[in-house]
């Protein structure tokens, strides 16, 4: 339906319009342009012939002159994949994929997460991107679109990062990193291998004052990996990380302040103070899990395994006045829990020649649980401005004001099958997924929230790929997904109430196809073109302080192109384009009540959901000197206009485009490798919204991105 006719005169039109000197191209360059993943078919496949679109971030992506941090400098060159930096810690990047995800108020949900065989994701479908490692992160594969529905409660996409195994001679490497606003970051690091065992350690330290007044905050991390083969045939894996962060929360603020100071903190004109200092809101995150994975193989067989543990506790301060004391504008709300979770997966994987082609067939389950002691306090401020705080200290954990148990646990099983041939690849998967969730109210002065809710659906997949010729695959494919809603989604109803358990998942049905070529022997492109239909779609009702209520809403659209060309140039230049159209709305009209008082709003058919950029495009041209060691590179982000409520009458976020700029220094002396690098972000200075906080009460809507901006960093890397 999408399928051009004529493939080959329009990939000609492409590469002419994007690079009209696309005939000089470089004979002899090493960028990988077919990688192998595993992503999508669980089994090492080429990129170039899955039916579906996948993207590889290779490490020296993830590494390039960043400070890595966050997963947004990595993924900025993704296709279909929108990261908006917050600048925000205490809130988490805001990832979404193909429009999903985009609404939520923290965190990541709407795309599974997972590093090395484990769910960074958890059983209800809420990740953190923060606890991924970058620092080794050997590549990270990114799949959007049918295909990821095999993976189960999720819509919009996969993101899977994958550290390398421990090699060879032991090698130690360390690196720190400087920037503006007080942004440092340091790392130490080692691997190798010794009696047969591989291992990979890393520990860092990140540090930051923010960009936005009450915006610091520090992060410690560290990576355990040890690999060992206890046969030929077998491997198993050990990873453990660790992940700690102190964040203060300036939160959004409204238009007008953003205006005339971006940096500032809202201020609230009823309670005659600034509610983010008032409040001192923050949040307090430690994080810790570690997991098996084993693999042996049988012949053309292979049986994997995976468990994993691990524990998390939050503490976070809102900005939210309850009634609940004898002055209530002066008590807000905490959040503090600690949740264990765990999970097991085992697949099964059978290779066998069929009809002159070979089949691959995974069978497997996944089975995830979490529990929560999660309590509720008032956060007490005192007599109102920040100054005159209890004992001049803001944010002071106050009465009890929840107490509750909150488990979720899910049961997934899956058949998926490939057929390939010497023209044609066949594929197609099922998927039952079953989710409970219980909640028992320990708190009951303010009434019994107990409930229960469970979930069952399943999702098919389907999608076959046609080689033109060796250098051009179209592709086709098609699945129905699901979206469940998440304990953070359930928590809050209309009007500062309790549990919602009146929401349902959105169920979705995806269509994609595509087509993959090599221009010439040095040059790649993608091209997607998808529609998605979704009915009960999860919307935001209201979101006041940091507390966000859902519900659920008609049928939406969604549709787009994804573009991505790799190419290799003459004199050492390495380019990628990637872009986004994507056309997100709402089908038909509905109504819903926000803000205190309450009033009634209409959202028409028609409007386009928020947070979504209908347009969105990255430019990189990179040059390297072999020889020298010398690299430099500029780059280009241009983001179109964003909605930040569901009426699209608020003022939108504005369309932006900046600059960036990098170069760096690579030497080798003997078993002592040096880099060093700067960049200089932003370098025309534009002032622009980085993220949005969608449907805030309030009006605070708008996350300032900082203007220009510089870092600079030098790492060095010792062999034995």
Excluded at 518 to 531: E, I, K, Q, T
Excluded at 592 to 621: D, I, K, W
């Amino acid at each position: 339906m999408f399928l051009a006719l004529r493939p080959r005169c329009c990939l000609s039109l492409v590469l002419a319009v994007s690079f009209p000197g696309g005939a000089a191209l470089a004979a002899d360059l090493d960028l990988d342009l077919d990688p192998v993943v595993v992503t999508g078919s669980r089994v090492e496949h080429s990129s170039f012939d899955l039916p579906a679109a996948l993207t590889v971030v290779a490490a020296d992506a993830i590494s390039a002159d960043q400070p890595r941090v966050n997963a947004s400098e990595a993924l900025a060159s993704v296709p279909g994949i929108s990261v908006q930096n917050r600048q925000n810690y205490a809130q988490d990047l805001q990832i979404s994929s193909r429009g999903f995800g985009a609404r939520s108020a923290f965190g990541v949900r709407g795309v599974r997460l997972i590093a090395d065989g484990i769910p960074a994701s958890m059983p209800d479908g809420q990740g953190q991107a923060a606890t991924f490692n970058l620092d080794r992160a050997e590549r990270i594969e990114v799949m959007r679109g049918p295909l990821s529905a095999i993976y189960g409660n999720h819509a919009g996409g996969v993101i899977q990062l994958f550290t390398p195994d421990g090699k060879g001679a032991p090698s130690i490497s360390s690196s720190f990193v400087a920037g503006s606003y007080g942004t440092q970051k340091s790392d130490l690091s080692a691997q190798g291998e010794t009696g047969g065992v591989g291992y990979v350690i890393d520990t860092s330290h990140f540090a930051s004052d923010g960009y936005r007044e009450h915006s610091a905050a520090s992060r410690d991390q560290s990576l355990l990996k040890l690999t060992f083969r206890p046969s030929s045939d077998g491997k198993l894996s050990f990873v453990a990380n660790s992940f700690r962060q102190q964040a203060d929360d300036p939160q959004g603020v409204q238009w007008r302040e953003f205006q005339t100071n971006p940096r500032s903190v809202a201020w609230d004109a009823t309670l005659n103070n600034y509610p983010a200092l008032a409040y001192n809101t923050r949040k307090t995150i430690e994080h810790t899990q570690g997991g098996l994975n084993y693999e042996h193989r049988f012949g053309d067989n292979t049986l994997q395994l995976s468990a994993y543990a691990g524990q998390r506790s939050t503490i976070q301060y809102q900005s939210i006045p309850v009634g609940a004391q004898s002055n209530p504008a002066h008590a807000g709300g905490i959040i503090d829990f600690d949740r264990d979770f765990s999970g097991l997966s085992a697949r099964w994987i059978g290779r066998q020649a069929l009809a002159g082609g070979r089949l691959t067939t995974t069978l497997g389950f996944d089975y995830e649980q979490s529990s929560d002691d999660r309590r509720g306090y008032e956060n007490f401020i005192g007599s109102g401005a920040p100054a005159n705080c209890v004992a001049n200290v803001c944010g002071v954990k106050g009465a009890l004001r929840r107490q509750e148990r909150d488990r979720v646990a899910s049961f997934d099983q899956y058949l998926q099958s490939e057929w390939q041939g010497e023209r044609w690849t066949l594929s197609g998967g099922l998927r039952h997924s079953h989710l409970a969730f219980k909640v028992d109210d320990n708190y009951l002065a303010n009434g019994d929230d107990s409930g229960r809710v469970s979930y069952d659906k399943t999702t098919p997949t389907l999608a076959a790929l046609y080689r033109l010729d060796e250098a051009v695959n179209l592709y086709a494919s098609a699945a129905r997904g699901f979206e469940a809603p998440t304990f953070n989604e359930m928590f809050y109803s209309g009007g500062g109430g309790a549990l919602n358990l009146a929401l349902t998942p959105s169920t979705s049905t995806h269509f994609e196809t595509g087509i993959k070529a090599m221009l010439g022997n040095h040059s790649r492109l993608d091209l997607a073109l998808f529609r998605i239909s979704t009915d009960n779609e999860l919307v935001v009702l209201s979101s006041t302080g940091g507390r966000t209520a859902y519900q659920n809403a008609g049928p939406t659209t969604r549709q787009g192109i994804e573009l991505a060309l790799d190419s290799h140039w003459a004199d050492d230049l390495n380019s990628r384009v990637a872009y986004t159209w994507l056309d997100a709305r709402y089908d038909d009209s509905f109504s819903f009540q926000s803000g205190t008082p309450a009033v009634t709003r209409t959202v028409n058919a028609g409007n386009r959901l928020p947070g979504v950029a209908a347009q969105n495009l990255f430019g990189e041209l990179v040059w390297k000197d072999g020889a020298g060691g010398f690299h430099a590179g500029i780059e280009a982000i241009a983001r179109g206009k964003v909605y930040v409520e569901d009426t699209n009458t608020d003022q939108a976020a504005p369309g932006y485009a900046i600059a960036n700029l990098r170069a760096g220094i690579d030497r080798r002396f003997g078993p002592l490798k040096l880099a060093t690098f700067v960049r200089l972000n932003n370098i025309f200075d534009r002032q622009y919204v980085g993220s949005v906080i969608v449907g805030d009460s309030n009006g605070r809507y708008y996350e300032a991105a900082p203007g220009r901006n510089w870092l600079a960093g030098v790492s060095a890397v010792y062999a034995f």
